[in-house]
């Protein structure tokens, strides 16, 4: 097999109309728990917890402790938070994969946790995720309840604040066939013919604020993930591989022996990965040294007027702009690399470094600009700083990623397409939102809504809307100051609007507070 280049991430795309809103068909059934209290299966080796170098740590006791029963932690400057060390081993003619995967992580949230809640994308999926073994710093088996997206561990021991942890997980994970048409919703995770994809279904921890493990239950509308950044280094082994397998996967990338790929990312949201079968891959390096990468099939090519129109080569130019445009606007591409991908499933899906783009927008592109295919490329390319760098609540303030990535589409339009900057406002806002909409407010949650709909009318376009009223209550240089001020100061963090609004002057908030009052209020 060969691997041609690789990629870096993902993320991409939704529903004709942006990412995250594929949600709504995989609506699991109501989770079953899986109570777990393992045996002991290893004896407890003698623990001793190790101090971190310029971390306080009391001791519980009132007795002095012995030197064994010390906590001690190993020093952790300048360790990351969380890492994740993974292989998989995936059978490509069985469309499973085995994973071990070691996730270290490394207690900042200054009190002693008892427990650690993963995201367990995958097992919102009857029977796609197998848990065989748990294990934490290697020898002890805890107690957990697995429910849906969420697995809940019991740590055997407590962890002391500046003390790290590790958990071994042995699974099992199967991938569903992409139905036709909208049942292929949620093929992220999932295969056709020619396509493999494990879309974030590496288990990751819940973020964790204000004393609790954040992890909201899934609804009909949108996302509800909530992640910190992690470092993921991850390899891919496949057996029985066909021998023009394009793997897309995000980050560095190295071939570590014949059928095995290792990839690395830091800083990263999520892991995704996809194997395609006949598929094509062209890359292009931006201005500022990012390589791009766009992976497709022979069906994103269509017969124009004047012959083969060339989708793929059109929107792997349209990328590579968007990422050199949005460098300069909102601060440096905060990666290495970006990875476009062909889904095969409706519509698309954004992960750190990689995207989906649906095999629909090419197939249905008509040769210009004014198009989804350019729209939607645009709108997950800039996901790769409104969510992936910038992470957000994305159940509770989905407008922080959304409106600023639909926002970014028609900036880019400005740019390189000012003719087109009508049109977009017409074919994409105004055609769902006139201007009596009264539909609900900027500030509202996911749990609002019951369609894909209304959702993407009050989130994305009124959320379009309202940048463009801030931006005239600004002025152009001023806004645009404001959102990469805003870029650079919550790079790698979980934001929330208020940190948005509060690097505003008092003057400029009195600027804007008639504008912000209307979409937040609806007055
Ligand atoms: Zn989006």
């Excluded at 939704?14 to 299966?41: D, E, N, W, Y």
């Excluded at 105004?430 to 407010?441: E, I, K, M, R």
Aim: hydrophobic content about 45%; glycine content about 8%.
């Amino acid at each position: 097999m060969k691997f041609l280049a690789s990629l870096p991430l993902i993320l991409l795309w939704l529903l004709l109309f942006a990412c995250k809103s594929q949600i709504a068909a995989s609506i699991p059934p109501t989770s079953t728990t899986v109570r777990v209290v393992q045996g002991a299966t290893i004896p407890a080796a003698e623990r001793t917890l190790q101090p971190i170098q310029g971390v306080e740590i009391e001791s519980t006791s009132e007795i002095s402790p012995s030197p064994t029963i010390e906590r001690e932690c190993p020093p952790s400057a300048g360790v990351p938070a969380v890492t994740h060390t993974a292989a998989v081993n995936i059978s490509f003619s069985q469309h499973a994969a085995q994973v071990t995967q070691n996730t270290r992580y490394l207690n900042l949230t200054g009190e002693t946790l008892e427990n650690i809640v993963f995201d367990v994308e995958a097992n919102r999926i009857p029977a796609a995720f197998t848990l065989n073994s748990l294990l934490v710093n290697g020898s002890d088996a805890p107690a957990y309840e697995l429910t849906g997206r969420e697995m809940n561990v019991h740590l055997p021991h407590p962890l002391p604040p500046g003390c790290a942890v590790e958990l071994d997980m042995d699974f099992r994970l199967m991938p569903s066939a992409i139905g036709e048409g909208a049942a292929g919703i949620g093929g992220y995770f999932g295969y056709s013919q020619r396509q493999m994809n494990f879309g974030n279904v590496l288990p990751f921890l819940a973020a964790r604020q204000n004393g609790d493990w954040v992890i909201h239950p899934v609804t009909a509308i949108g996302e509800q993930i909530v992640a910190e950044v992690a470092n993921w280094s991850v390899t891919l082994s496949i057996e029985g591989a066909p021998d023009d397998l394009v793997i897309a996967v995000p980050g560095i990338i190295e071939q570590v022996g014949d059928g095995a790929i290792h990839a690395s990312i830091d800083g990263s949201r999520d892991f995704a990965f996809s194997l395609n079968t006949g598929a094509a891959l062209a890359s292009q390096t931006t201005s500022n040294g990012v390589v791009v990468e766009m992976i497709t099939f022979e069906d994103a090519l269509v017969p124009g007027e004047n012959g083969i129109i060339q989708g793929p080569a059109h929107a792997l130019e349209a990328a590579s702009r968007a990422i050199e445009m949005f460098s300069d606007l909102f601060g440096e591409y905060p990666y290495d690399r970006l990875v476009i991908v062909q889904g095969d499933f409706p519509d698309g899906m954004e992960y750190t470094g990689l995207v989906f783009v649906s095999g629909d927008w090419f197939r249905s592109y008509p040769g210009t600009p004014a198009s989804y295919l350019f729209l939607i490329t645009i709108h997950e390319v800039a996901h790769q700083w409104w969510y992936a760098s910038v992470g957000n609540d994305q159940a509770f303030n989905p407008f922080l990623d959304e409106a600023l990535a639909t926002y970014s589409e028609i900036t880019f339009l400005e740019e390189f397409y000012p003719d087109l900057r009508d049109w977009w406002w017409t074919f994409r806002v105004s055609t769902f939102v006139p201007p009596d909409y009264a539909g609900l407010p900027i500030n509202s949650t996911v749990y609002q809504f019951d369609a894909a709909r209304p959702y993407i009318n009050a989130i994305y376009l009124n959320g379009a809307k309202m940048l463009e009223a801030l931006r005239q209550d600004l002025g152009t240089d001023v806004f645009f100051n404001w959102l990469r001020r805003y870029a650079e100061a919550s790079a790698r963090r979980i934001v929330t609007p208020e940190q948005f609004w509060s690097l505003l002057s008092p003057l400029q908030l009195e600027a804007i507070a008639e504008t912000r009052a209307r979409f937040e209020n609806g007055e």
